[in-house]
């Protein structure tokens, strides 16, 4: 009885490329990336320059770290919709509160409802089960609303945007953003912690797995609420450094990327069932809707057709992930 052998060149081109595609997410983001670049270079001549790459850098690293929060929580089968509020909270609080206090004194009392809500969210989370969707859906809620009535209590001594925050969030140095002394200590340290920690291979694990891995002995409830907390307080330093970006306090400052983090993290190969994905394709994801974002622009695409164009790549995302792992 005789066997054919299946060599490489007897595989039809179509499986090779997904194959391939499959095995380095990375490169068909990057494809992505420079096909998006080259259309906006042909649509404007002359746009991507030192400056356009400076101020796109810029706005993409408040978007990373979000989604950042929701790569991470996405790995356990999660998500954070307050991380927008717990930004916003954070960054107005600090302007208002910097008027009166040292910077220091500021900053502490800015983060601090960041660690609340973080901590409110683990626990809802993890000990009281409550689905994380609805836990933190509803704690953005009552976060705004506590932003709301703190607004009144400060109204009358108004806001000042400290100068160290505007020079992180829009000074460069020798044409380099200067966020990127924040951004790429933070970013590396979460990439770290994913790959390198017993942390990180724990929300892999709840992620894929989570009744094989409480039956090891793992107290799921103290991972969960460690996650939440480290969200929070990712999306309250995001805050800081957007305040400085954009130098204008508001109720509802980041708000608007609460759908493109989530956006950003699908893009990047996070999968929102939880156990696959990385802090490296999120960035990259980051970067697509930034470019994507000045590309729309460009077409004069209004607000509203954008987010509707946000929700149709998640799902468009979704499904391929869905049906790659149906032909595995």
């Known amino acids: 009885m005789s066997t054919t052998a299946i060599t490489p060149q007897s595989v039809p081109l179509g499986r090779r490329v997904k194959r391939f595609m499959a095995d380095r997410p990375l490169v068909p983001l990057i494809i992505l990336l420079v096909i998006l670049v080259v259309i906006l270079?042909?649509?404007?001549?002359?746009?991507?320059?030192?400056?356009?790459?400076?101020?796109?850098?810029?706005?993409?690293?408040?978007?990373?770290?979000l989604a950042g929060c929701?790569?991470?929580?996405?790995?356990?089968?999660?998500?954070?919709?307050?991380?927008?509020t717990v930004a916003t909270m954070s960054a107005f609080i600090m302007a208002t509160q910097v008027v009166n206090?040292?910077?220091?004194?500021?900053?502490?009392?800015?983060?601090?409802?960041?660690?609340?809500?973080?901590?409110?969210?683990?626990?809802?989370?993890?000990v009281f089960r409550v689905h994380p969707l609805i836990m933190t859906l509803g704690t953005s809620l009552i976060g705004t609303g506590c932003l709301q009535v703190y607004q009144r209590t400060v109204i009358a001594s108004g806001a000042k945007i400290p100068d160290f925050l505007a020079w992180l969030g829009t000074g460069l140095t020798y044409g380099i953003p200067n966020a990127l002394l924040l951004f790429v200590p933070l970013a590396a340290l979460i990439v770290f912690t994913l790959a390198r920690t017993g942390f990180g291979r724990l929300l892999y694990a709840v992620g894929d797995n989570e009744r094989a891995t409480r039956l090891s002995g793992v107290q799921y409830w103290q991972v969960i609420t460690a996650l939440y907390i480290t969200s929070s307080v990712l999306a309250g330093i995001t805050g800081l450094l957007y305040i400085g970006l954009i130098k204008a306090p508001s109720l509802s400052l980041a708000e608007p990327l609460?759908?493109?983090?989530?956006?950003a993290a699908v893009i990047g190969g996070t999968s929102i069932f939880g156990g696959r994905g990385g802090y490296t394709g999120t960035i990259i994801g980051a970067l697509i809707l930034t470019v994507l974002t000045t590309l729309l622009t460009i077409l004069q695409m209004p607000e509203g057709a954008r987010r509707i164009l946000f929700?149709?790549?998640?799902?468009?995302?979704?499904a391929a992930y869905l049906r790659i792992v149906e032909e595995r």
């Open 41 to 65: 270079q042909i649509l404007r001549p002359g746009i991507v320059n030192e400056r356009w790459i400076a101020n796109t850098i810029k706005f993409a690293i408040p978007l990373a770290i």
């Open 311 to 318: 929700g149709l790549i998640v799902l468009f995302v979704t």
């Open 258 to 263: 609460v759908l493109p983090s989530v956006a």
């Open 101 to 126: 206090q040292d910077p220091a004194v500021a900053f502490l009392l800015a983060m601090m409802p960041a660690v609340l809500i973080g901590l409110i969210n683990g626990i809802g989370v993890g």
């Open 70 to 84: 929701q790569t991470m929580t996405m790995l356990t089968g999660g998500i954070d919709l307050s991380v927008g």
